[in-house]
């Protein structure tokens, strides 16, 4: 699980590292970098093309990475847009959806070999 708490402090630090002050919302670098024209929206693809990388390396399906691409293109492609793109950054955190969607399907294989047939026979 090393790596994967790994991904989860990439993401963290890419979606959620500071508090906006006043707020309950939370930004990370991909928001703050989403400020600088286009550079910005460049530079967080790196992070998230890491997490999405890792994920195949760890085993996860090709569904589940192509989900984890379409949060990602989502993400990129609305981060484009002056302002509003700034304030979805803010709201959507696609890397850490990334990460839990990987978490979640780790945590579902490691249970399905838990109760696999040799558990089954013995009952």
């Known amino acids: 699980m090393d790596r ?8 963290h630090r890419m979606d959620s590292l500071v ?5 309950r919302f939370r930004i990370g670098l991909d928001g703050m970098l989403g400020i600088i024209p286009g550079i910005g929206d460049a530079l ?8 999405i990388h890792q994920s195949y390396k760890m085993g996860a399906p090709r569904s589940l990475l192509a989900r ?7 993400d990129t492609v609305i981060g484009t847009i002056p302002l509003v793109g700034d304030l979805f ?25 838990k109760d696999g047939p040799s558990d089954i026979a013995a009952q």
């Not at 994967?4 to 993401?11: D, G, H, Y």
């Not at 967080?44 to 997490?51: F, K, L, S, T, W």
């Not at 984890?68 to 989502?74: D, Q, W």
């Open 4 to 11: 994967l708490e790994r991904l989860e402090r990439v993401a």
């Open 19 to 23: 508090r906006i002050p006043g707020t």
């Open 44 to 51: 967080a693809m790196a992070p998230a093309g890491y997490i």
């Open 68 to 74: 984890m691409a379409i949060n990602t293109g989502v």
């Open 89 to 113: 950054d803010i709201g959507n955190k696609s890397n850490n959806k990334n990460v839990a969607l990987l978490r979640k399907h780790l945590e579902r294989e490691r249970a399905a070999q």
